[in-house]
């Protein structure tokens, strides 16, 4: 554990008193944020012919100005940075965590960044984490024509805190999700000065609500795969919509169902 660090300072001393009740009313509101949004199943069917905004995948000569063009893409990076602004006390902490200890203080023997010791880390600070991904069997085999519906990726969720007596455990009713390595997934060989643009404002991690997510993903693939048809480029299977989702979804999906019987049996935070 970082030298520091206890459960309850949190990373964050301006929130060290009434940080539980605190984490539970504006973790609260979030989860109410998105209450009306796409279901946590990800049954989401996107449009292959237009991007996040309108704007089809063919470009603008026949749409409108290039001032049009313009504002569209600053609409597209505006949104891109408020879906991953935190949107809850608890969010916040987290990403404060998370670039304190990625990629430094989380290598293995080899030297590379690895997931599992960023949760160690977490736990020890007091936040109830699981890893995700690929690191959890699957219940049945993709096909090999199915393989780009699958893709493989890890990543954590955060689905509580400790209390302030580091016993009493209160539990999100939607898990936080929590990647460290987000941004690194849209790395593409040949980007566009626009598309290398958007990656800057960009944070390397995404830390917040599984529908947030989705839609943050959509926006960037939208937005990437206009690099792919202005370039003149095939797009490659893996490089499309549901591809990219499903480094998150599928396994989001298949944690939520089948979630821990711990946290069913305690109180969850509303």
Avoid at 108 to 136: A, C, N, R
Avoid at 207 to 218: E, F, I, T, Y
Wanted: proline share 7%.
């Amino acid at each position: 554990m970082p030298p520091g660090f206890s459960p309850q300072s949190m990373a964050q001393p301006s929130i060290k008193r009434g940080f539980l009740s605190a984490v539970t009313v504006q973790s609260s509101q979030a989860d109410r944020r998105h209450q009306n949004s796409s279901s946590l199943v990800f049954d989401m069917d996107f449009s292959s012919e237009s991007g996040s905004f309108g704007v089809p995948l063919r470009g603008l000569s026949e749409t409108g100005s290039l001032e049009e063009f313009d504002c569209f893409r600053s609409l597209a990076m505006e949104r891109a940075q408020e879906l991953m602004t935190p949107a809850s006390q608890l969010e916040k902490s987290i990403c404060d965590v998370v670039r304190m200890l990625w990629p430094e203080q989380c290598l293995s023997e080899g030297g590379s960044p690895d997931i599992q010791l960023l949760k160690t880390q977490m736990e020890g600070m007091g936040y109830k984490v699981d890893v995700v991904g690929d690191g959890q069997p699957r219940k049945s085999q993709s096909a090999p024509s199915q393989m780009w519906k699958h893709l493989r990726h890890s990543f954590l969720v955060c689905y509580g805190v400790l209390g302030p007596a580091g016993v009493t455990l209160a539990y999100q009713k939607t898990p936080v999700v929590v990647d460290p390595r987000f941004k690194e997934q849209f790395a593409i060989a040949h980007p566009s000065p626009w598309f290398e643009g958007l990656l800057k404002v960009m944070s390397s991690e995404f830390v917040g609500h599984p529908d947030a997510l989705k839609r943050l993903v959509s926006l960037v693939c939208d937005e990437m795969l206009k690099v792919f048809v202005e370039q003149k480029l095939s797009i490659p299977p893996w490089r499309n919509q549901k591809a990219m989702l499903s480094k998150w979804t599928g396994p989001i999906s298949e944690y939520i169902k089948t979630r821990p019987a711990e946290q069913s049996a305690l109180q969850v935070c509303e």
